[in-house]
């Protein structure tokens, strides 16, 4: 069943709150671990259920192509073409009788870790040494075992209630053959892949789907056979054996990968979690962030109005790192939002500078009438920041504020070294931007006479030219000749 994030909807959930009731997708639990699968609600603080990729996955009916390209990696072509070639090159003696007999049983090994290997999430093939490793052959005894058990209970069922009976439990049987196969591989149990009640369960919480794999998977099941008639009778038996093999093989590794990716699509239901691996999709790096946790914090707050708490959060944050920029704008927007003019007039420094880093000249105006409102006649006490915020406010037009926010400046901060420099655009936006020609012409006469060591002195002189013709103030030319 798919399940949303709460605080996103649209995106996956990936874990569950019982407490709370409340799904929480990747973002919300940055600093979840998933391999141990362990998080902490946010919340409530009590450990959730991890849903694994059950929410995201692509419904089985949706990827056939996909279980058709996979027989055709490289390991179980490899797999295949061993256990498929070799019983052909042996001779037939009792030698070649155990090499083919131990090659079937390796090739029917490699099916079901095909089983449990797509369930846990790897949507490309076991490696080839899982087929040949020294651990695992039981696989197949267990499965002999369900078919002669599974033989019993048909035959009891005719002991007991006759040939009305025996039919009924031969056609559970052939129902409940798949989900016989995909719990003996996951649980290496006979005794639960011929449970009918565990059958049962099982068919049940996957519902409808399961049959409709049942109808493909019969599909696949004619398709092989008809495949491999059409070998035999149609070629040579050089080549059709092998042929013939080659399709078996390649059909039932098809067809036990559909087994694992229908767990891996039902895992919620089926009570286990898992994600998808091998780089099938993106995967998501897992990093105990404190940072990415207060991220989401603040983030689910928000959208469950919390405002107060959002703002305290971010208050303490500031007190434990000043200039964090990330912060900084976090509070300045959520300030800006709720008109909170004391909170605006108290980090007012902090919120100016991470405007004029940002060249955001029309939140800066905004912000400056704003602090205006609260304390008339507002001046700036930093005089580098002063001229950052007017560099800031000038380009995007905001000359009246350039001008508030640099009067008087020689009288202010008579020593300076940023006197020039202010001067300078209080000229540039009295000329270029409310044409009083005649009062920048002023300012600049007095960066000419007060400010002679500064290295803007040298170019006044253009300036003030440009001024007496009308023409905007911009200074002199840049030149890229080099004195001999």
């Not at 996979?70 to 070799?86: E, G, K, N, R, S």
């Not at 914090?297 to 971010?314: A, E, F, H, P, T």
């Not at 304390?375 to 508030?404: I, M, N, S, W």
């Not at 420099?421 to 920048?440: D, R, T």
Request: aromatic share 10%; hydrophobic share 45%; net charge neutral.
């Amino acid at each position: 069943m798919k399940h949303d994030c709460h605080y996103h909807p649209g995106d996956a959930a990936k874990w569950h709150c019982g407490e709370c009731q409340i799904h929480y997708c990747s973002r919300c639990m940055p600093d979840a671990d998933s391999r141990k699968r362990h998080a902490l609600c946010p919340r409530c603080s009590r450990a959730m259920r991890y849903l694994g990729a059950a929410t995201e996955v692509v419904p089985f009916w949706n990827r056939l192509g996909a279980f058709f390209r996979y027989p055709f990696h490289t390991d179980p072509l490899i797999v295949i073409a061993i256990c498929t070639l070799v019983p052909l090159l042996v001779k037939a003696n009792i030698v070649g009788i155990i090499i083919t007999l131990l090659l079937a049983l390796a090739l029917l090994k490699y099916t079901y870790d095909v089983i449990r290997h797509t369930a846990e999430g790897h949507m490309k093939p076991p490696p080839v040494s899982v087929a040949f490793s020294g651990s695992g052959f039981d696989i197949v005894i267990l499965q002999l075992l369900v078919f002669v058990l599974m033989g019993g209970l048909v035959g009891a069922a005719a002991m007991i209630g006759g040939q009305l009976l025996m039919m009924l439990a031969l056609a559970f049987v052939i129902l409940a053959l798949p989900a016989s196969i995909m719990v003996l591989a996951m649980e290496r149990s006979v005794v639960a892949a011929v449970n009918p009640m565990n059958l049962a369960v099982l068919i049940s919480r996957i519902g409808s789907p399961y049959f409709l794999l049942y109808g493909y998977l019969i599909l696949l099941t004619l398709a092989s056979g008809a495949a491999q008639d059409f070998a035999v009778n149609h070629f040579p038996l050089w080549f059709s054996q092998p042929l013939a093999g080659f399709l078996n093989s390649t059909f039932t590794l098809i067809l036990f990968h559909m087994l694992g990716y229908l767990l891996f699509q039902y895992q919620e239901e089926l009570g286990f979690a898992s994600d998808l691996q091998d780089g099938e999709q993106p995967g998501e790096v897992q990093q105990r962030d404190r940072s990415a946790r207060f991220d989401a914090d603040i983030d689910m707050n928000l959208k469950d109005g919390n405002y107060d708490r959002v703002q305290s959060m971010l208050k303490e944050a500031l007190k434990k790192d000043p200039q964090n920029p990330q912060r900084i704008g976090q509070l300045f927007r959520l300030l800006q939002t709720r008109n909170d003019t004391a909170d605006l007039y108290r980090y007012h420094p902090r919120l100016l500078g991470w405007l004029a880093t940002g060249n955001n000249g029309d939140d800066m105006a905004t912000l400056l009438a704003t602090l205006e409102t609260v304390e008339p006649g507002f001046r700036l006490d930093d005089p580098e920041l002063a001229v950052r915020c007017a560099r800031t406010l000038y380009p995007r037009g905001h000359f009246k504020a350039v001008l508030k926010l640099l009067q008087d400046f020689h009288k202010r901060f008579p020593d300076s070294h940023e006197l020039a420099p202010a001067y300078l655009l209080v000229a540039q936006s009295l000329a270029n931007g409310l044409n009083q020609w005649e009062k920048a012409t002023a300012f600049l006469n007095f960066i000419q006479k007060r400010c002679g060591n500064h290295p803007l002195h040298s170019q006044i002189a253009t300036y003030l030219s440009q001024a007496e013709n009308r023409e905007p103030l911009k200074g002199p030319k840049a030149s890229f000749v080099v004195e001999e």
